[in-house]
């Protein structure tokens, strides 16, 4: 991104508008997170936004500080937006998420799947991290209640 204080009044309000609509949805999908998911599943949520914040940020910031675009070559970014936090937060945001919708409080190997991958975003330090490749991934289109949905995420 990048658009500099000097540009058009109006290329300023697009840019804050946009941003601020982005704000407002991630703002929504917390809060209802917050409503309706086990704290586990919204804690990771907020980890994950927290780690967008912190690459995106900074980046937001220093492309204010620099000219405004004029040409259609200026619009390429000179700097490619760091992802490895945000990408590692989203792979731990998707195996509590796809822990969650496949735990059953009467098989203990879904319940503690739920748990280590919990335990592992929100304490680090004390448990190994959950590889989402060692975790087979939810078949969306089984039916939740049926053998089939718990056989497809290997229980």
Known sequence: MRSGLGGEKST???????????????????????????????????????????????????????????????VNLDVPLPRENSDAAREQLIEVMQAHLARRWYKPKSRRRYTDSVNATLHPAATPAVSPASCPAVNPTANPGSDSAASSIGL
């Open 12 to 74: 300023r309000f697009a840019l804050t508008s946009k941003m601020s609509d982005v704000k407002t949805a991630v703002d929504h999908n917390q809060a209802l997170l917050r409503l309706h998911a086990p704290p586990g599943v919204a804690d990771t949520y907020d980890k994950f936004v927290n780690a967008a914040k912190g690459e995106a940020g900074k980046q937001m910031h220093d492309a204010w500080l620099v000219p405004p675009i004029t040409t259609d070559d200026g």
